[in-house]
C-alpha cells in the first residue's frame, strides 16, 4: 500500500524557514516524480515544487521560486522542502504526492499545517 | 499561466440523481505526445485530494463507474450518473501540459 507522510509543519514568524519532510512506502521512491501541492485555508490547490525521479530536475511555481527548495534522498524514501523567508501567503495545508509519468499526483499524503503569523 | 475554470461553482443535486461539472482551460492541453493532460480529483470534507480521472477519461482505480471523464482541446466534463452521499466534496479539475500545473477553482457537490 502506498504510504506518504508528512511531517516538519508548525508556527513559523514571518521572514522565518521551515523543512516539512514526506516518508514515502509501499512503493520504489526512485521510480516516480514527486510533488508538493499546497492548498491555503478554505482555498484551492496550487502545485508549489516537482522533483524529478534521480533530483536532476526541478520545477517551481513562480511564487515560491528562490525561496523553497525540493529535494530527496531515495535511499531514505524521503522527500523535502525546505522552505526560507516566508510570508503570510505561504500558509497552508503542505501535500506530498507522487506523480505518474505526465506528473499528475496520483497518491497524497495527509498533509502538514504551516502556519506564517507573528 | 494556463487558467483553469470550473461551472458551476456549487453544484446541489438530490440522491440518485446525475450530476455534471465543466472545466474549461485557457489552452489547448494537448500535450506533444498527443494524450491530453487533465485530470479530476475529489476532495471530502477534511481529507486529503484523491485522483478520480486522468488523462481526461481514464478513471483510476477502485474508482466507482458512476464517474466519467470526458471533453477534449479546451473543454471538459466530469458526471456522475447517480449522485451518493459520499461522493459530498469539492471536485478539481488539474492541468499538467504547461508548466506551472494548475488547478481549477473547485465545484462544491453536496446534497439537496
Known amino acids: 500500500e502506498v504510504q506518504l507522510v508528512e511531517s516538519g509543519g508548525g508556527l513559523v514568524q514571518p521572514g522565518g524557514s521551515l523543512r516539512l519532510s514526506c516518508a514515502a512506502s509501499?512503493?520504489?521512491?526512485?521510480?516516480?516524480?514527486m510533488s508538493w501541492v499546497r492548498q491555503a485555508p478554505g482555498k484551492g490547490l496550487e502545485c508549489v515544487a516537482n522533483?524529478?525521479?534521480?533530483?536532476?530536475?526541478?520545477y517551481y511555481v513562480d511564487s515560491v521560486k528562490g525561496r523553497f527548495t525540493i529535494s530527496r534522498d531515495n535511499a531514505k524514501n524521503s522527500l523535502y522542502l525546505q522552505m526560507n523567508s516566508l510570508r503570510a501567503e505561504d500558509t497552508a495545508v503542505y501535500y506530498c504526492?507522487?506523480?505518474?509519468?505526465?506528473?499528475?499526483?496520483?497518491?497524497w499524503g495527509q498533509g502538514t499545517l504551516v502556519t506564517v503569523s507573528s | 499561466d494556463v487558467v483553469m475554470t470550473q461551472s458551476p461553482l456549487s453544484l446541489p443535486v438530490t440522491l440518485g440523481q446525475p450530476a455534471s461539472v465543466s472545466c474549461r482551460s485557457s489552452?489547448?492541453?494537448?500535450?506533444?505526445?498527443?494524450?491530453?493532460?487533465l485530470s479530476w480529483f475529489q476532495q471530502r470534507p477534511g481529507q486529503s485530494p484523491r485522483r478520480l480521472i486522468y488523462?481526461?477519461?481514464n478513471r483510476d482505480s477502485g474508482v466507482p463507474d458512476r464517474f466519467s471523464g470526458s471533453g477534449s482541446g479546451t473543454d471538459f466534463t466530469l458526471k456522475i450518473s447517480r449522485v451518493e452521499a459520499e461522493d459530498v466534496g469539492v471536485y478539481y479539475c488539474?492541468?499538467?501540459?504547461?508548466?506551472?500545473?494548475?488547478f481549477g477553482p473547485g465545484t462544491k457537490v453536496d446534497i439537496k
Open positions: 504526492a507522487r506523480a505518474d509519468q505526465y506528473l499528475v499526483p496520483d497518491y
Open positions: 509501499g512503493f520504489t521512491l526512485s521510480s516516480y516524480w
Open positions: 522533483i524529478k525521479q534521480d533530483g536532476s530536475v526541478k
Open positions: 489552452q489547448s492541453l494537448v500535450y506533444s505526445d498527443g494524450n491530453t493532460l
Open positions: 488523462q481526461v477519461s
Open positions: 488539474m492541468q499538467t501540459t504547461h508548466w506551472p500545473f494548475t
